[in-house]
């Protein structure tokens, strides 16, 4: 009879599961503001995005999304629920793109609008985004679906291959950079802070089985201070240890370490606690390879050899 009940529950879950992912989430527009941050080398610079209403383009009803600091408005994207797709118009321009195709499965390869600025669709219809896996992440609520994506262009009909590979989430889109802005000039632009309503999820990009949904912070704005403040000066930014690519496919074989040599010991840590790798001598590290890791979610922590503070990196290996 409790084998029985057992199974009569784990189908149950099974079921509400697929359901919930079978209902497709269109990129949500309401009452939505996210800010995302570019690492350069001597300092972060944080955007503030937010959509701001409706405009008409042709015949078609739009969602204006606009820059708070330096750009404004920068485009309009419609949601094609029906068809599980995403389409945008930048600012100045009548002829929409395909933003999101929300349909593609490993393996699969969609086109994609690469932004730069005034530079309108940077490479057009040269440009590909390849599902290299896909998984799904709990939200507090439901499940969405995420898919790791590779990003070629192609130049004089050889592609090339960009050196960071976003992630997108349904209902959010690319929550490494929403509009792919600045990318090929400023390195490792993902989202700090993405906000629905009065829900706040924290780093999004690094988000394991669940996203960090923080009740600690009640909007952006706010963390993106805290960030700031704990980021104190340029000489505290030298000696923060920074990680690249990140996430990381175990096929690229190794995560390369900045600032590395500003560190006596550096250590690998697992979600469980568990140190799987520990390094005292590290004058002449400057990679970590990362191919006989299992996927997820791993620590690396490194102590300064000045202050002998130390520093936390959380770094995601996907399979």
Avoid at 92 to 111: C, I, P, Q, R
Wanted: one cysteine or more; aromatic letters at 16%.
């Amino acid at each position: 009879m409790k084998h029985s009940l057992y199974l009569w529950v784990l189908l149950f879950l099974t079921y509400k599961i697929k359901m919930t992912l079978s209902q497709y989430i269109p990129i949500a527009t309401q009452n939505i503001k996210w800010t995302e941050r570019i690492q350069s080398i001597s300092s972060s610079e944080y955007t503030n995005y937010s959509f701001t209403g409706d405009t008409i383009i042709g015949t078609k009803t739009y969602k204006k999304f606009v820059e708070h600091s330096t750009y404004g408005y920068i485009g309009a994207i419609r949601n094609d629920s029906a068809n599980k797709k995403v389409y945008c118009v930048y600012k100045g321009k009548s002829t929409e793109k395909l933003m999101y195709d929300f349909n593609v499965n490993v393996g699969d390869t969609t086109d994609y609008i690469y932004f730069c600025h005034s530079n309108y669709y940077l490479y057009g219809d040269s440009a590909r985004a390849i599902v290299h896996s896909k998984d799904s992440v709990w939200d507090g609520t439901k499940y969405r679906e995420r898919w790791y994506m590779k990003y070629i262009f192609y130049t004089y009909g050889y592609p090339q291959l960009l050196w960071y590979f976003p992630i997108w989430i349904e209902g959010m889109g690319c929550v490494n950079n929403f509009a792919n802005i600045m990318v090929v000039v400023c390195p490792t632009p993902y989202m700090t802070c993405y906000q629905e309503n009065s829900t706040v999820y924290i780093e999004p990009c690094y988000s394991g089985s669940t996203l960090n949904n923080s009740s600690s912070y009640t909007n952006c704005i706010d963390y993106q201070n805290y960030l700031i403040l704990n980021i104190k000066d340029k000489s505290d930014f030298y000696n923060t240890l920074q990680l690249y690519p990140n996430p990381i496919f175990k096929t690229q074989g190794d995560v390369f370490l900045s600032n590395a040599n500003n560190f006596v010991q550096i250590k690998v840590i697992d979600v469980e606690g568990k140190t799987i790798q520990d390094i005292n001598t590290i004058q002449n590290i400057n990679a970590l390879s990362v191919q006989n890791w299992k996927s997820g979610v791993y620590y690396i922590q490194g102590i300064d050899k000045y202050s002998h503070r130390v520093h936390t990196q959380k770094l995601v290996v996907i399979e």
